[in-house]
């Protein structure tokens, strides 16, 4: 299929490399990340109109710093290096890098030399505030290369050689704290690259349409591991476009699910038209996680128990060549980078771990982009508002917010505490703001007085946080009257719950979900 212009984005391992191939994107043109260490062969199969080379941690000069083919550079089509990948782009071509005792990190004053391309449309008597992090600096620019612009650090902030289309900054264009970064990463990529702004979310959906129903044959089927969350149910009606009822849904109640949730999953699922199996599975799910109280042996559990229903359900449905999973590009970062896998922290249950065992092959159209793309595709697909906006509820579901053992009764305890909190949040107009507001139950008990009585009863902890993809997040600054009413309608409404938390920690140091 004809595809548009597209922006090859390559990785050296920055924490803000997903946040360029998201820039290009809303210029409306597409882009991708690839690992620093793809293949030459690779690089050119993509026919990209331009390259971005990302930051990174490392120092040009370093034994086994990342690189890239030097051809890179002459493909014939412009490059962007950003940080790491202007020093990179210095030090191959024959310029020199040096560590620099005068380090940049945050703010800096950028000021334009040269406005002719890259920082066409900005002017020359002023400075911009841009973001810099580097420790590093170019000393020596490589041949036919010229300073465009200057920070009172770097006198080679932006450069550029002009006949070849070679261009760098040491600022970070993709940040937001860079005031023109979006005007810069235009002019490289609409006025320097040429590429029409073209890629909308409409031709996005009918290029992964086309694109499944190519890879699909006749008489294969696919199935689909649907949760009734945003991402799974996007990639479910994406695929049921390309080939209808040959897409075949489970769903799984793994008894770890919230208040009224497979009631309305089902519903919901019902109205798209999708063909979806409901496999009850409570029981195995509880039986096996009785007497469990580690956090990553939970985890473990119900990863493992996942598979073996999904094995079970696509025996019955018979010939199977291919999983459809919504994956979204936070979700593949860690195997993106170059660096391979950063260090667990938790082990998020994983339908991934189905492929390899069930040598099922996989449709993942979902896994370049953000959960805010997500929900613009799914506002394109006319889903409604429920999907659209619904939160985002781990795969283990509550039982990583039952510290302790998962038992019946503290799973009830939970669900009233739960439904109160999103009843609650929804009423005052919060859920749409925030990332994810919920209850946990705590394994302690404490005392109170209820009645004149003396009680000894649980503690449940409410959680609510601001974040743009769960990287990072913050607690939201919650009304103390809204607060207020969710710890009285607790306490009250829910038996064995004495006492009320607020969590105000933010992420890093602390993570989202209790365990
Ligand atoms: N109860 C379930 N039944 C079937 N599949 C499930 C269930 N829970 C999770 N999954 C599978 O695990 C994947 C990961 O879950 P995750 O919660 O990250 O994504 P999601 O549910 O699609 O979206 P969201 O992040 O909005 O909740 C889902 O996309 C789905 O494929
Ligand atoms: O599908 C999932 N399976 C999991 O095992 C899992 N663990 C955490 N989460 C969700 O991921 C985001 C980040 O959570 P943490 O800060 O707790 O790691 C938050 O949005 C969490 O709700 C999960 N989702
Ligand atoms: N952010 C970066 O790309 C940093 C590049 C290099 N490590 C430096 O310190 O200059
Ligand atoms: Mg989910």
Same mark, same amino acid.
């Given at each position: 299929?004809?595809?548009?212009?597209?922006?090859?984005?390559?990785?050296?391992?920055?924490?803000?490399?997903?946040?360029?191939?998201?820039?290009?994107?809303?210029?409306?043109?597409?882009?991708?990340?690839?690992?620093?260490?793809?293949?030459?062969?690779?690089?050119?199969?993509?026919?990209?109109?331009?390259?971005?080379?990302?930051?990174?941690?490392?120092?040009?000069?370093?034994?086994?710093?990342?690189?890239?083919?030097?051809?890179?550079?002459?493909?014939?089509?412009?490059?962007?290096?950003?940080?790491?990948?202007?020093?990179?782009?210095?030090?191959?071509?024959?310029?020199?890098?040096?560590?620099?005792?005068?380090?940049?990190?945050?703010?800096?004053?950028?000021?334009?030399?040269?406005?002719?391309?890259?920082?066409?449309?900005? @002017?020359?008597?002023?400075?911009?505030?841009?973001?810099?992090?580097?420790?590093?600096?170019?000393?020596?620019?490589?041949?036919?290369?010229?300073?465009?612009?200057?920070?009172?650090?770097?006198?080679?902030?932006?450069?550029?050689?002009?006949?070849?289309?070679?261009?760098?900054?040491?600022?970070?264009?993709?940040?937001?704290?860079?005031?023109?970064?979006?005007?810069?990463?235009?002019?490289?990529?609409?006025?320097?690259?040429?590429? %029409?702004?073209?890629?909308?979310?409409?031709?996005?959906?009918?290029?992964?349409?086309?694109?499944?129903?190519?890879?699909?044959?006749?008489?294969?089927?696919?199935?689909?591991?649907?949760?009734?969350?945003?991402?799974?149910?996007?990639?479910?009606?994406?695929?049921?476009?390309?080939?209808?009822?040959?897409?075949?849904?489970?769903?799984?109640?793994?008894?770890?699910?919230?208040?009224?949730?497979?009631?309305?999953?089902?519903?919901?699922?019902?109205?798209?038209?999708?063909?979806?199996?409901?496999?009850?599975?409570?029981?195995?799910?509880?039986?096996?996680?009785?007497?469990?109280?580690?956090?990553? %042996?939970?985890?473990?559990?119900?990863?493992?128990?996942?598979?073996?229903?999904?094995?079970?359900?696509? %025996?019955?449905?018979?010939?199977?060549?291919?999983?459809?999973?919504?994956?979204?590009?936070?979700?593949?970062?860690?195997?993106?980078?170059?660096?391979?896998?950063? @260090?667990?922290?938790?082990?998020?249950?994983?339908?991934?771990?189905?492929?390899?065992?069930?040598?099922?092959?996989?449709?993942?159209?979902?896994?370049?982009?953000?959960?805010?793309?997500?929900?613009?595709?799914?506002?394109?697909?006319?889903?409604?508002?429920?999907?659209?906006?619904?939160?985002?509820?781990?795969?283990?579901?509550?039982?990583?917010?039952?510290?302790?053992?998962?038992?019946?009764?503290?799973?009830?305890?939970?669900?009233?505490?739960?439904?109160?909190?999103?009843?609650?949040?929804?009423?005052?107009?919060?859920?749409?703001?925030?990332?994810?507001?919920?209850?946990?139950?705590?394994?302690?008990?404490?005392?109170?007085?209820?009645?004149?009585?003396?009680?000894?009863?649980?503690?449940?902890?409410?959680?609510?946080?601001?974040?743009?993809?769960?990287?990072?997040?913050?607690?939201?600054?919650?009304?103390?009257?809204?607060?207020?009413?969710?710890?009285?309608?607790?306490?009250?409404?829910?038996?064995?719950?004495?006492?009320?938390?607020?969590?105000?920690?933010?992420?890093?140091?602390?993570?989202?979900?209790?365990?």
């Amino acid at each position: 299929m004809e595809h548009g212009d597209r922006i090859l984005v390559l990785d050296f391992g920055s924490q803000t490399t997903q946040l360029i191939a998201r820039r290009v994107r809303e210029l409306h043109v597409y882009s991708e990340i690839k690992p620093c260490t793809a293949s030459l062969e690779e690089i050119k199969a993509f026919s990209p109109k331009g390259i971005i080379l990302s930051g990174g941690p490392a120092s040009v000069y370093d034994e086994d710093a990342p690189t890239v083919p030097k051809e890179v550079f002459s493909l014939g089509v412009p490059v962007l290096g950003i940080c790491y990948g202007m020093q990179l782009m210095t030090h191959l071509l024959g310029g020199r890098v040096e560590a620099s005792n005068k380090r940049e990190f945050g703010p800096a004053e950028l000021k334009i030399i040269d406005n002719s391309d890259l920082f066409y449309g900005l @002017a020359l008597d002023r400075t911009y505030r841009v973001w810099m992090s580097h420790g590093d600096r170019v000393e020596k620019l490589p041949q036919g290369f010229g300073a465009i612009a200057e920070s009172e650090n770097s006198p080679y902030a932006a450069i550029k050689n002009s006949e070849k289309s070679l261009y760098g900054v040491q600022f970070h264009p993709e940040v937001a704290h860079t005031e023109i970064g979006q005007e810069v990463l235009a002019n490289f990529v609409l006025r320097i690259c040429g590429c %029409k702004p073209t890629w909308t979310m409409k031709s996005f959906i009918e290029k992964v349409v086309e694109e499944v129903r190519q890879k699909v044959g006749p008489d294969e089927k696919v199935i689909c591991a649907l949760s009734g969350g945003i991402d799974s149910t996007v990639t479910a009606v994406l695929v049921h476009r390309a080939i209808g009822d040959r897409l075949i849904c489970i769903f799984v109640n793994n008894g770890l699910l919230r208040k009224g949730e497979v009631e309305s999953v089902l519903n919901l699922m019902g109205s798209l038209g999708l063909n979806l199996h409901y496999v009850d599975a409570s029981e195995r799910f509880l039986e096996r996680l009785k007497g469990v109280t580690d956090p990553e %042996k939970k985890r473990q559990i119900i990863g493992h128990t996942f598979i073996e229903i999904f094995e079970e359900e696509a %025996k019955k449905v018979g010939q199977v060549t291919y999983l459809a999973q919504g994956t979204l590009y936070p979700d593949v970062i860690e195997s993106v980078s170059f660096k391979g896998p950063s @260090a667990t922290i938790k082990t998020h249950h994983n339908v991934g771990a189905l492929p390899e065992r069930m040598k099922l092959k996989l449709i993942e159209p979902l896994r370049e982009l953000f959960k805010d793309e997500v929900r613009e595709i799914a506002r394109e697909l006319g889903l409604p508002e429920d999907i659209i906006y619904r939160q985002p509820f781990p795969g283990p579901g509550l039982a990583i917010r039952i510290l302790g053992e998962v038992t019946k009764e503290r799973l009830e305890i939970l669900r009233e505490a739960d439904a109160i909190v999103l009843e609650e949040i929804k009423k005052s107009g919060w859920y749409r703001k925030v990332w994810q507001s919920f209850a946990v139950l705590l394994p302690i008990r404490t005392v109170g007085v209820m009645g004149d009585y003396r009680t000894y009863e649980h503690v449940i902890a409410i959680r609510c946080v601001d974040s743009v993809d769960a990287m990072t997040a913050d607690w939201t600054r919650l009304p103390y009257d809204l607060l207020a009413r969710l710890s009285n309608r607790i306490i009250n409404e829910v038996r064995g719950v004495n006492r009320v938390v607020y969590d105000i920690s933010s992420k890093p140091p602390a993570t989202i979900e209790w365990e």
